[in-house]
Structures are given as C-alpha cells and as structure tokens.
C-alpha cells in the first residue's frame, strides 16, 4: 500500500526481487556445469553481483556455471543495468499512463532526468544508445574472437554479447577466467570495451544533452559540463598514474612494449569507474596503485548512467565547496554558476554515507579475517561503488563478510540518495527553526 502512495519506494523493492529471482534461477541444477545445486550464498552472491552490475565473483563464471547460467547473469546484469525504474516507467508509458509529480520524483531520483516532461524522448534514447551500443561492440568483438582466436562463429558471437552487454551496463563479468587478460596486448578487443564503458558511465541525462545541443559547449547544462570535464579529469589522472606507478613493476607493465603499456595504463584508468574488467593482475598492483583505484572507484562515474560510485557530480560539488571556503567565498559554484544548498547538503549527505557504509564494512571484515586491510577496504570500495575490480580475495572471504559485501552491492546500486529519499518522504518539515549558534569548527 505504501509502495502506491511513495513510489521512490519501490526502486529497492524491485531490485531485491530480482535479486531474489536470479539467486531461485541460479540454484537450479541446469545453471551449473556439472549439473549440481549451487550454494544459497553462491547463487545469492552471483546474482547480487549481476542485479548491482558489480562484477565480483565467489566463483569462476565459464567454469562454475552452464551457459545457461552465464546466460541468467548476463540478463540480470542487462536488467540491473537498464534500471529497474526505468523499464517501469516505460511501461506505465505504453498503458498510457500520465506522470504526477511522485511519479516523476521517483524516476527522476533514478535515472536522474534533465527533463521529466520530456520522458518520453529520454526513454527512446536511453533504448536506442543501449541497443546501438551493446549491438555494435558485440559485433566488433565477435569477428575480432572469431578471425584473431580461432573461434567458431557461435562461440564468437557468444563472447561477444556478453562483454559488449557487460561493459555497456558496467557489469565487469566476464565469459573468460582471466577477464580479458589473455587480450592485454589486442587494442581491438581493449579499446571498443573501454569506448562503452566510458559512454554508458557519462549517464543518459548527459547523452540527452548532447543529442539535443551537439558539441556545443555553452549551451550544455552544468551538470553535463561538469560530468565531462570531471570525466576527462579523471581518466587523465588515472592513466598517468598508473603508467607512473605500475611502469617498471614486473608482474604488469615491465615486460610489455610501451604501445602495450600505453593501452593497459589507458585501460586501467577506465575500468575503476565502475566497469571492473581488468587486463593486469590487480593483485599485483603497487600499494600506491591501490590507493589511486580507492579514489577512482570511490567517485566513480556520471549520475544516471550505469556506473556506480558517489559519482562524478558529487565530489566535484564538495571540492568547488571546499575551493570556496579557502578562497573566502561567499557561494560555491563552477563554470560561472553557483550552487543551491540543498545540492550541497545532498552532496555532503552521500559522502558522508557512502564513506561510513564503506568504514563500517571494512572494519567488520577485517575483525573476522586475516586478510590484509588494504585488500579489504579495496574490496569494500569495489562492492559499494560496483566495480568488480578484487585482489583476488572474494572467494577466500567468510560467508557472513560475502553477506555484507551483498549489503554494500545492493546499497551501493540503488543508491544512498534514493535510500534517504524513501525514508524522508514520511516526513514533514517543522514548522519552526532553532535559534542558530555556531560551535567552534576545526
């Protein structure tokens, strides 16, 4: 009953539903290659994994799981990409259905629209990029596995879609064992992997700006100029870095010639915005390395896209407030525009709960295991911002810290935002204020 009245509210439920749905499929004996029930927590953690797009596996996927089980993930993870209130709102469209101001609220806190009024044309792009996208990598990949790896064309085609699909949704699963790994010196299979992940990260209320004003700088809204220039930022910070870090390291970039270990820096610097392939060994990164994915992987990518993170937006609001403060201005603002405080209050509010999600997580895990802090607190920041990216510790994990992992998964793909926007709609402003004093900061 409460779902009708509030529909922010049904975002987390139908997730979890799915979710739920996925864990019955992926216990079934023909979803595994030997035919055999797979775990509760197996299933339940796959399947998590998918519906958030995370890519964290307990389980080798083309060992573990029958092709009909790849299959059930790949879905989950197209659907848990698409968003589940996206594929509603379409549908409430075709009954015919009219948006009232809930409704737009509750898709808006998704997908994150620029113009609710205009959902119609948003949801027609957002099917029209995904089926374009995912179609033309996929075939690209397809006759690449087929002509250079002496694949048969069914077994192409199949490798194909699913890492098109699972890089377009920012899935990070892979049909191989090693991720791409065996393909780290191939720019054909690397490079149009990277070109999806880093278009479907941008968001859709980014591509909706772009197709209605082209290249057009100034005429882009704030948001998109932000999500641009915060992206190319990003990227460049972490490809030089990586290359930096990891160019003499002998167990990445060492033996490689500088092409090879121009293209993995490139790769690398992609892949913690929240996709999770990776064409290096990360367990083998330099601690330094490790620390540059922390930040990367905490922002993430674009608002209303596929990535996940506390996204792009959100910590370059709190670093244009912090800018503000040293410099001794009045508001906080870029690219000659201020910001309201209620984006403030909201981008500090998402910070602040992300990183305590992420403390919390971290701090219980590492009180059951031994496994190195560094290890765990970059498994942590993967599940929560759905990365996928690990050291290779996810299987060695105790099942209740694979429970909170799924904890992290799942908040971290329905969103902080949207969690503290269902709980706040009970919720009735004060009438009153307090009378304002100011304790002594710092």
């Known amino acids: 009953m409460f779902a009708s009245r509030d529909p922010i509210r049904l975002i987390p439920l139908l997730f979890l539903a799915l979710i739920l749905v996925g864990t019955i499929v992926l216990s079934l004996p023909i979803a595994t290659a030997d035919g055999s029930r797979a775990p509760l927590l197996v299933a339940f953690f796959t399947s998590t994994s998918a519906v958030?797009?995370?890519?964290?596996?307990?389980v080798d996927t083309p060992v573990y799981w029958s092709r009909f089980g790849e299959a059930t993930i790949m879905i989950l993870f197209q659907i848990g990409g698409f968003g589940i209130m996206t594929a509603a709102t379409l549908f409430g469209l075709m009954a015919g259905r009219g948006f009232g101001?809930?409704?737009?609220?509750?898709?808006?806190?998704?997908?994150?629209?620029?113009?609710?009024?205009?959902?119609?044309?948003?949801?027609?792009?957002i099917l029209s990029i995904t089926v374009a996208m995912e179609a033309a990598v996929a075939l690209v990949l397809a006759i690449r596995f087929a002509a250079g790896y002496d694949m048969s064309a069914a077994e192409a085609a199949w490798h194909g879609l699913f890492h098109s699909i699972s890089a377009f949704n920012n899935a990070g699963f892979s049909s191989f064992s090693d991720s791409v790994m065996s393909f780290q010196v191939d720019p054909v299979i690397l490079v149009p992997i990277m070109v999806s992940v880093i278009v479907s990260a941008?968001?859709?209320?980014?591509?909706?700006?772009?197709?209605?004003h082209r290249l057009r700088w100034r005429r882009w809204s704030l948001h998109t100029k932000i999500t641009i220039s915060g992206t190319a930022a990003l990227l460049a910070v972490g490809f030089f870095s990586i290359l930096a870090m990891e160019w003499s390291n002998p167990d990445t970039l060492a033996p490689m010639g500088v092409g090879a270990k121009l293209l993995n820096a490139g790769f690398h610097s992609v892949m913690p915005r929240t996709a999770g392939f990776n064409s290096l060994d990360v367990g083998a990164f330099h601690d330094e390395t490790l620390m540059m994915n922390y930040l990367l992987m905490f922002v993430g990518g674009g608002s209303a896209g596929t990535a996940g993170g506390i996204k792009i937006t959100t910590f370059l609001v709190l670093f244009a407030i912090v800018l503000s403060e040293v410099?001794?201005?009045?508001?906080?603002?870029?690219?000659?525009?201020?910001?309201?405080?209620?984006?403030?209050?909201?981008a500090l509010s998402v910070a602040v709960l992300a990183a305590a999600l992420v403390f919390a997580?971290?701090?219980?895990?590492?009180?059951?295991?031994?496994?190195?802090?560094?290890?765990?607190?970059?498994?942590?920041?993967?599940?929560?911002?759905?990365?996928?990216?690990?050291?290779?510790?996810?299987?060695?994990?105790?099942?209740?810290?694979?429970?909170?992992?799924?904890?992290l998964m799942f908040i971290g793909r329905v969103g902080t935002i949207t969690v503290a926007t269902a709980l706040a709609l009970g919720n009735r402003e004060r009438p009153y204020r307090y009378p304002e004093e100011n304790p002594i900061v710092g």
């Open 52 to 58: 958030a797009v995370t890519g964290l596996i307990v």
């Open 101 to 125: 101001l809930r409704d737009r609220m509750a898709t808006q806190v998704e997908r994150s629209l620029l113009d609710t009024g205009n959902a119609a044309s948003v949801l027609k792009l």
């Open 202 to 212: 941008l968001g859709f209320p980014v591509m909706q700006d772009i197709r209605q």
């Open 361 to 407: 997580a971290t701090t219980y895990i590492a009180s059951i295991s031994d496994i190195p802090l560094g290890d765990i607190l970059f498994e942590c920041i993967s599940a929560f911002s759905t990365v996928g990216l690990s050291t290779g510790i996810t299987a060695n994990l105790p099942p209740s810290a694979l429970v909170v992992l799924c904890i």
């Open 327 to 346: 410099l001794g201005r009045r508001d906080a603002g870029l690219f000659q525009r201020r910001f309201g405080r209620a984006i403030e209050r909201q």
